[in-house]
């Protein structure tokens, strides 16, 4: 096998653990909670700290690659996460499993960013469309097949084996890194933004605490609120910083690239949408279908056989039609499966809806492989590492705010009329988050024709476009 198909191979081994572990536990609260003496609405608390983590500790993830090398803070991103397992695993009270989620997760927000960081500094820019293709696999996998998995695993055998399971898969990456990964030339290492670390920190860590804490109420609103309210002061305050200061944490300047932002901006408008798909319809399934989670799970599944199928053709799409073409099609149909959704009933045949999940995530698929390649399209090595750790931000922050979104139009019609939600609550909010997918739609038909990942000529030509 040849190196620019191992590397991101290897990678990918990381990455599915770590999105399999995030989505499994969803389907355990009830079960941990049980044994460690809480409830399980408390526990939502675990799932708040590891996003928590992963905001604070992202932006600092590029300044950490160069510093100590991509490869070494990759593999000790890989030991962190395994021991933050080994300690979710042991825990016996609310707040050991809390901190030990908040560990998993300082591991976690340094896999993803450092192994998209690797990828665009070890592989040619005309070939990174299809070493970011078998990359992304674990991401559109993971949180489809996690939870039947994990109903399994705590149905059949235990909890625990949901976070023992990452000790081998974790040290089987460790083991090929070792072997296989070479160190590579990094940048020289600028002096940390410790100021801008810590409002960087807070902003995010302030905006998904809150957003969270809103849409799973383990605590009073006005946590999440007051949340909100600090993390928006403290992204005013990085704003004065980052315009007095060198060398930023997260130099926003990048935004200047044409390319760069209509990538990030119209991505976070497909991931605010399609952010709530994994969390509505499984509910819509069990609660206004009356499946069971296992049953939902292998409904759910489906969209992981489209999500696959599309790494095999994926370049060959993007080369015949070109990024606007496909990033156009891509958000469109995905949107039409969303807006689908929403017409579904009990009496639905199960194989027409699993047709269109195959349909549906063969081009949602299509978007996060050619985003991953397109956001580094006009932007020069030197920067990677800053274009990496900011796409990386907006990537988090908007599927925590696509959750957020679905989960209040949801909760808001269902605060309408009392009771459980309504099928046609479930539709409505479909309907919602379509509309807001078809906005990414619109947004990428600025792309230029001309725009490719050869060299930056094009790039030039799009910010003409502009």
Request: with cysteine; charged share 10%.
């Amino acid at each position: 096998m040849s190196a620019l198909r191992l590397t991101p191979l290897i990678l990918a081994v990381a990455l599915f653990m770590e999105n399999m572990d995030s989505t499994v536990i969803a389907t355990s609260l009830a079960a941990i909670a049980r044994d460690i003496g809480t409830e399980p609405i408390a526990l939502k608390l675990a799932l708040t700290a590891y996003l928590v983590a992963l905001a604070i500790f992202i932006p600092v993830s590029s300044w950490m690659a160069d510093r100590f090398g991509a490869r070494n803070v990759f593999r000790w991103a890989m030991i962190v996460f395994i021991i933050g397992s080994v300690c979710c695993a042991a825990s016996n009270s609310l707040l050991t499993f809390v901190l030990s989620r908040f560990l998993q997760g300082m591991g976690g927000a340094m896999m993803t960013p450092v192994a998209r960081l690797v990828l665009v500094r070890v592989t040619p820019r005309n070939q990174l469309v299809d070493a970011m293709a078998w990359l992304s696999i674990p991401g559109l996998i993971g949180p489809i097949v996690g939870p039947p998995i994990g109903g399994a695993i705590t149905t059949f055998a235990s909890w625990h084996w949901i976070f023992l399971i990452n000790v081998p898969i974790g040290l089987l990456g460790v083991l090929l890194v070792n072997k296989f990964l070479p160190e590579w030339h990094r940048n020289e290492p600028r002096k940390l933004d410790f100021t801008g670390f810590l409002l960087a920190g807070t902003t995010f860590a302030g905006w998904v605490f809150g957003i969270s804490v809103l849409t799973l109420p383990a605590l009073p609103a006005s946590f999440g609120y007051g949340a909100m309210i600090l993390g928006t002061a403290a992204a005013a305050a990085y704003w004065f910083h980052f315009k007095r200061t060198e060398y930023p944490l997260l130099d926003l300047r990048i935004f200047r690239r044409p390319l760069f932002r209509l990538t990030v901006i119209g991505g976070t408008f497909f991931r605010l949408g399609t952010g709530a798909m994994p969390f509505l319809f499984p509910l819509m399934l069990q609660l206004a279908f009356g499946l069971s989670p296992f049953e939902s799970g292998m409904v759910t599944f489906a969209s992981a056989v489209g999500a696959f199928a599309v790494k095999f053709i994926a370049e060959r799409i993007l080369q015949r039609l070109g990024f606007r073409t496909s990033l156009v099609a891509a958000t469109f149909i995905t949107a039409l499966g969303v807006l689908a959704m929403g017409f579904y009933t009990p009496g639905t045949p199960t194989p027409v809806m699993l047709g269109k999940l195959v349909v549906t995530g063969f081009f949602q698929s299509l978007f996060w492989t050619a985003t991953n390649a397109f956001t580094f399209a006009d932007i020069e090595d030197k920067d990677a590492g800053q274009a990496n750790v900011i796409s990386q931000v907006g990537v988090q922050l908007s599927l925590a705010f696509g959750v957020a979104l679905g989960g209040g139009v949801l909760e808001g019609l269902r605060l309408l009329h009392g009771g459980e939600p309504l099928l046609a609550d479930f539709h409505m909010a479909f309907y919602v988050i379509a509309a807001v997918t078809l906005i990414s739609t619109v947004l990428f038909m600025r792309v230029p024709k001309s725009a490719t990942m050869h060299g930056h000529a094009h790039a030039a030509q799009g910010e003409a476009a502009e």
